[in-house]
Structures are given as structure tokens and as C-alpha cells.
T-cell receptor
Framework: DAKTTQPPSMDCAEGRAANLPCNHS???????VYWYRQIHSQGPQYIIH???NNETNEMASLIITEDRKSSTLILPHATLRDTAVYYC????????????FGAGTTVTVRA | EPEVTQTPSHQVTQMGQEVILRCVPI?????FYWYRQILGQKVEFLVS????????KSEIFDDQFSVERPDGSNFTLKIRSTKLEDSAMYFC?????????FGSGTQLSVL
């Protein structure tokens, strides 16, 4: 799996958009970008994934650069409940493939 | 919404004792996983399981560990002789469509 680089932490004001960057310069053509989050020792939660097009769902938007070497997860209106560790993971899309979690970005949403 | 359920939520055991952690994956999922997270550390992959056999395991998953799907719904992780360093949060997961769905975890404390 391609290696990812994320900032260790970031703060965000409640109600504002949170933009979480991720670098994955060694990503290969058939690897997807996945985002998960972990809220205070709960099980990790799937957020969104994409290959090369931008993606949006009810939780977030994923913007992938044209060269696919980096991406940004956008939480459009952050709430206090979005305080969590966010993991950017690059992997092949398969039913049977382990996830390799890094340290992620600790996002703190402040009132 | 279907979810992965884990029991018990907390387990305290004496060093050297056997423990069994239980999980009920999402019913139509075919791939199952165990992960663990030692306090303050990364989420670590232990093992993946498909078609009643282990498909991949990490270096952590040594002979003290075993997994089983004893019936059509349960998926268990057994630690034969627990060590102090086995104290961690253990997460079960199942997958579909390339997404992993995690349970809320079992906090194992080895005394």
C-alpha cells in the first residue's frame, strides 16, 4: 500500500468547514483513497473513498488532485461530534484487504 | 442500520488465563477481521478470515491467538494464555464493497 502523510493535529471552529489534507505521492493507478475516523476509542468508522473523481456523501466530500498525489477531506459544517482522529488510507479496492492505520490527524472542533 | 456487535464490552482476566472475545458481523458480509489498539497507539491489524479460514495474519497473531466462526453468525477471537501486553481494545470488523465496518470493541485488561 502507498504511504500517506497527514498533519498530526488541527483545530476547527464549530460550524466552519474542516479541510483535512493527505499526501500520497506514491499512489498507484489502481489504489483508492479511503478516509476513516475514530471517535475517542470507538471502532473506526468509514467516511468516504475515491479513485480519481471528487466524491461527496452525507458525511463529507473528498477532493483528489488531478495527479492523485494528494487529497483533501472536507467536513462542510463541523460539529463538536466530529472531534476525532481521521485516517487517510490508500489501498486496493477489495473485499478482503486489511487496512493499515497510521497515526492520522487529530481534529478538535471548538465551540 | 446493520452493525457489527461485540461482547463483552469489557473483560478483565488474570495473566495466563484464556479469553474468548465474541463478535457478530453484519449478516451478509463474508470477510471478517480482528484489530487491536493498545492505549495511545495505532490501530493494528491482527487477522482476516474468509470462507472459514484465515486469509492473512500479522506478526502479532502468533500461536496464542486463534479465530473461529463456530456457527453462521458468530466470529470469535481466542487468546489461549493471556499476557500483560495483550491488554488492549480489540475491534472486530466485517467488510463489503471494499468498506470495513467496525464494532465498538472489547476492552481487555490483563492483570
Amino acid at each position: 500500500d502507498a504511504k500517506t502523510t497527514q498533519p498530526p493535529s488541527m483545530d476547527c471552529a464549530e460550524g466552519r468547514a474542516a479541510n483535512l489534507p493527505c499526501n500520497h505521492s506514491t499512489i498507484s493507478g489502481n489504489e483508492y483513497v479511503y478516509w476513516y475516523r475514530q471517535i475517542h476509542s470507538q471502532g473506526p468508522q468509514y467516511i468516504i473513498h475515491g479513485l480519481k473523481n471528487n466524491e461527496t456523501n452525507e458525511m463529507a466530500s473528498l477532493i483528489i488532485t488531478e495527479d492523485r498525489k494528494s487529497s483533501t477531506l472536507i467536513l462542510p459544517h463541523a460539529t463538536l461530534r466530529d472531534t476525532a482522529v481521521y485516517y487517510c488510507i490508500v489501498r486496493l479496492r477489495s473485499n478482503d484487504y486489511k487496512l493499515s492505520f497510521g497515526a492520522g490527524t487529530t481534529v478538535t472542533v471548538r465551540a | 442500520e446493520p452493525e457489527v456487535t461485540q461482547t463483552p464490552s469489557h473483560q478483565v482476566t488474570q495473566m495466563g488465563q484464556e479469553v474468548i472475545l465474541r463478535c457478530v458481523p453484519i449478516s451478509n458480509h463474508l470477510y471478517f477481521y480482528w484489530y487491536r489498539q493498545i492505549l495511545g497507539q495505532k490501530v493494528e491489524f491482527l487477522v482476516s478470515f474468509y470462507n472459514n479460514e484465515i486469509s492473512e495474519k500479522s506478526e502479532i497473531f502468533d500461536d496464542q491467538f486463534s479465530v473461529e466462526r463456530p456457527d453462521g453468525s458468530n466470529f470469535t477471537l481466542k487468546i489461549r494464555s493471556t499476557k500483560l501486553e495483550d491488554s488492549a481494545m480489540y475491534f472486530c470488523a466485517s467488510s463489503s464493497g471494499g468498506k470495513l465496518f467496525f464494532g465498538s470493541g472489547t476492552q481487555l485488561s490483563v492483570l
